[in-house]
């Protein structure tokens, strides 16, 4: 069996009274991690590979327990990052059957794969104490062992996360490794200092979310703190997620705002299945309706401006009938609830679609089915957008100012909400602050966020016990009822054997 050394870096860190963990300090290498993704429908693997981190005198706060010490290069090469997505054919959705087949079926060819691109390394040249952490490949080559294996735990469907997080354990076990259990909408929110980490060269395929090895093996040629730094605002949008939180440390996240009904995502594909034309939907590779509706909705991007940005909190409240003689009004725009609400936008958009389409002449004009796709699109922006801008109103207004928005998730790779946000921003008072999006191929589930996110915890000192279990729903907020992201049972004391 093999013996792996972990020489780790630890230090002392205070998250609460009811979270305080001790840790040791000491220097280590970059690290090497393999991550594995299977939340939903996308089968993913990772390798990540970083430099060797730089820190000056580790200390921290009291309150929020964010770190003190600054990195003074950090870096970080994607080795590998290759995703599968279950066909769903003509279910008009997410089928759970077919995509946990999906993941039986095409997560171990992944892992292999990924196992090839592991770091090549010179026996010979290996110190005796380095030499338990190398294996010999299949192909004759020697190639180093990840120090760690990072999985999705939760949130998401428990059996296709199990697939997922039995193969890590199995991985972790063989390898003699520790494992890193992530929270999915954590490695999301992380996502942008992963951007900030990858070499600014590094670019990936954007429709098949990989580098060419050549590409891929080349060294890091910048270095950079890690940002955005915290405390941040994140908004989460995705087909099943849409929140709002102040993300005050890399566990220290309170959620502002979330959905009473359904995520903005799903809201928007079931618009695109109303709206999009026949034609338009027997071209479609995917169920990925609400990004084939801003594509039919803004062919170019120039046509963003002919969505109007509301000036002032009055002109998203009672909006007058269009040309056609309808209007869809936005959810909650009369309150400054702290909420978001999507499921009436599509009920709304359905009724007057099916009223319109039905009526004497029985035939809509391009036109006014453009205008519904904007419409859609438009107002479950501008919900989103509203209760961002109160949120930056109500810190503000306590004395805690933001200078970083990031927003992460599948509808985060939407340029029209890029471009709405951002205007919506400087219009209302908060140009000062800097909008982050990752590049689409990482807004989407993808297993690169899912490795930077299990390096992040990592290195600050937490490992998942090989008992651990899939998390159906897990909340991000550290007051939630289940404690948030360390109230779930199965990590290990950072202090402890591993």
């Not at 007058?320 to 959810?331: D, K, L, M």
Request: with cysteine; aromatic share 6%.
């Amino acid at each position: 069996m093999l013996h792996v050394s972990t020489h780790l870096s630890r230090s002392v860190r205070s998250i609460s009274s009811r979270l305080q963990c001790r840790l040791c300090w000491r220097q280590r290498r970059g690290l090497l991690t393999l991550a594995i993704e299977t939340s939903c429908d996308d089968t993913a693997v990772a390798i990540l590979e970083t430099s060797e981190p730089q820190f000056t005198q580790p200390g921290y706060t009291s309150d929020s327990g964010d770190f003190v010490g600054r990195r003074s290069s950090v870096t970080a090469t994607l080795l590998f990052n290759e995703k599968i997505t279950a066909r769903n054919t003509g279910l008009g959705g997410i089928h759970p059957i077919e995509a946990l087949e999906s993941h039986q079926a095409n997560l171990s060819g992944l892992v292999l794969k990924a196992i090839g691109c592991l770091p090549s390394v010179n026996a010979d040249l290996e110190g005796a104490g380095s030499k338990s952490r190398i294996f010999q490949h299949n192909d004759g080559t020697f190639r180093r062992l990840p120090d760690f294996v990072s999985v999705t735990r939760g949130p998401g469907m428990r059996s296709n996360l199990a697939c997922g997080l039995n193969t890590a354990k199995g991985l972790s076990v063989a390898w003699q490794v520790p494992l890193v259990g992530v929270h999915h909408m954590q490695a999301h929110a992380l996502t942008p200092r992963l951007v900030n980490a990858l070499r600014g060269g590094q670019k990936a395929d954007a429709d098949k979310n990989v580098r060419t090895k050549k590409d891929a093996m080349l060294r890091p040629d910048n270095t950079s703190v890690l940002r955005p730094e915290f405390p941040f605002l994140t908004l989460l949008a995705s087909g099943g997620h849409t929140m709002l939180l102040h993300s005050k440390g890399l566990v220290d996240h309170q959620i502002l705002a979330t959905t009473r009904d359904v995520a903005i995502g799903d809201a928007l594909d079931k618009c695109g299945r109303i709206i999009l034309p026949e034609v338009v939907k027997s071209r479609m590779k995917d169920n990925a309706y609400a990004r084939y509706l801003s594509d039919f909705a803004f062919a170019k991007t120039d046509q963003y401006a002919m969505w109007p940005v509301p000036v002032k909190r009055k002109d998203e409240i009672g909006k007058s009938n269009n040309q056609f003689g309808w209007q869809v009004q936005a959810p909650l725009a009369d309150t400054r609830d702290m909420a978001f609400s999507f499921t009436s936008i599509a009920t709304s958009i359905e009724r007057l679609f099916h009223e319109r389409a039905g009526s004497a002449e029985n035939r809509m004009s391009t036109e006014e089915c453009l205008l519904f796709a904007r419409t859609a699109l438009g107002i479950a922006f501008e919900h989103l957008a509203s209760r961002t801008i109160i949120a930056l109103e109500n810190l503000r207004a306590a004395h805690q100012d933001i200078s970083t928005l990031v927003v992460s998730g599948g509808v985060a790779a939407n340029g029209f909400l890029r471009h709405f946000l951002r205007a919506i921003l400087d219009i209302r008072g908060f140009g000062h602050v800097q909008l982050l999006c990752p590049p689409p191929w990482l807004c989407t589930d993808n297993a690169a966020m899912i490795a930077w996110c299990g390096l992040e915890m990592f290195q600050a000192g937490f490992r998942s016990g090989l008992d651990i279990a899939a998390v159906r729903k897990w909340s991000m907020d550290s007051t939630a009822a289940d404690g948030g992201i360390l109230g779930v049972g199965g990590w290990m004391q950072p202090n402890m054997a591993i």
